[in-house]
């Protein structure tokens, strides 16, 4: 698998150290393949759900405790654990903890969806996208490596910094959404990407679908600048310390998904597939938003965010 994930983790954490990089890097392998694995058991839902629990469990038992035997998936993040533990200190090591459960659900609820007749609406697609995603799990690897000693301000629920933390991080997954259509579409799985939704749940063509996507991207990144402004002069050192840095991600994301493998071919035993993903010009001004118009888009399930700008 050519995913050149060190590339990504190098340009979003360029203060961290070596050993960060690598048990960040390691971790995102490991959460990839299994999705690729859980891909190929989505007809067995309740078997999914019961893995999700055991992993869910060698990250909070104590590291004493016995795993299930053959399970390589919960060996392998146990050996993870004694490597985050090292590199994230406490506070950021139970916020991963706590990251990681919510993405496990959210591949229970992703599959879930991908099993039922009726297709998710734009709503749920947002809610779900953003526990299934896994994004939040990359938020700790960036408080350790910026200094932070507690995430308590956006792990306890803070509306702005949770929201920027979001916005952030949900910026990474519609670019994953964009970038990941092409091998979707091949693998049956397009269902459950912001574009197939868009266009089934609100009538809209191929074209239509890009705009819309696109439009909600840069509304985002808008709202991130807003917000990373407003928490540089907080009076938290933590929260100062994650708004500098967290924003590294979107163009670390921009530049990885344009390169990997990963969104230009798919293997199917011997044979390979190839993808064109969409060409992106990187620039310094929008094309399809104004990013002084801070007016939330027309979706509950995030537009709360733009509640908490400071007028």
């Not at 299994?34 to 007809?43: E, P």
């Not at 749920?124 to 990359?138: F, I, P």
């Not at 792990?155 to 910094?161: F, M, N, R, T, Y």
């Amino acid at each position: 698998m050519r995913m050149d994930a060190a590339v990504g983790m190098t340009s979003a954490l360029p203060t961290a150290s070596e050993d960060l990089v690598v048990a960040a890097t390691r971790y995102f392998y490991w959460g990839a393949l299994l999705d690729d694995y859980w891909d190929t058991l989505a007809d067995d839902l309740p078997r999914i759900a019961a893995h999700a629990g055991e992993l869910d469990r060698a990250l909070f038992a104590a590291p004493t405790a016995p795993l299930p035997r053959g399970d390589l998936w919960a060996a392998a993040l146990r050996d993870l654990r004694a490597q985050f533990v090292a590199v994230l200190g406490t506070p950021c090591f139970a916020a991963l903890q706590h990251e990681n459960a919510v993405w496990l659900n959210g591949q229970l609820w992703y599959s879930a969806v991908r099993r039922r007749e009726t297709r998710p609406g734009v709503g749920e697609y947002l809610r779900m996208r953003w526990v299934n995603s896994g994004v939040g799990t990359l938020i700790p690897f960036t408080a350790a490596a910026a200094g932070c000693r507690g995430l308590d301000a956006w792990q306890l629920g803070d509306p702005a910094v949770r929201a920027f933390a979001e916005a952030v991080m949900f910026s990474c997954a519609l670019l994953n959404d964009l970038f990941s259509i092409a091998k979707e579409l091949a693998t049956g799985t397009a269902a459950t990407n912001l574009y197939s939704v868009l266009a089934h749940a609100e009538g809209l063509d191929t074209a239509e679908c890009l705009v819309t996507g696109w439009q909600l991207y840069e509304r985002l990144v808008a709202l991130v600048v807003r917000l990373r402004e407003q928490l540089l002069t907080d009076p938290r050192p933590d929260v100062v310390l994650l708004a500098g840095d967290l924003p590294n991600w979107i163009p670390a994301a921009v530049g990885w998904a344009s390169t990997t493998a990963r969104y230009h071919q798919v293997d199917r035993g011997d044979r390979a597939t190839g993808f064109t993903p969409p060409e992106l010009v990187v620039s310094d001004a929008p094309s399809l938003w104004d990013p002084e118009n801070l007016t939330p888009p027309p979706y509950p399930e995030i537009a709360w965010w733009w509640a908490t700008i400071e007028r």
